[in-house]
């Protein structure tokens, strides 16, 4: 798979989400950020991760 985000990207995104006020619900952003997710389940085991991770930053 081809990755247009690095992970550091990623994290970035999800709090640049989390602080917007913006749904991090996975069906959510599966919507209205198919790339983010994609990406998002590259670098971690889950979505649930990639949240984990985003939030000890």
């Given at each position: 798979?081809?990755?247009?985000?690095?992970?550091?990207?990623?994290v970035?995104?999800?709090?640049?989400?989390?602080?917007?006020?913006?749904?991090?619900?996975?069906?959510?952003?599966?919507?209205?950020?198919?790339?983010l997710?994609?990406?998002?389940?590259?670098?971690?085991?889950?979505?649930?991760?990639?949240?984990k991770?985003?939030?000890?930053?």
């Open positions: 798979m081809d990755t247009t985000l690095g992970a550091d990207e990623v970035r995104r999800i709090k640049q989400l989390q602080s917007g006020g913006g749904s991090v619900s996975k069906k959510q952003v599966k919507q209205s950020d198919p790339e997710m994609r990406n998002a389940l590259f670098y971690f085991p889950s979505w649930e991760h990639a949240l991770n985003a939030e000890q930053l």
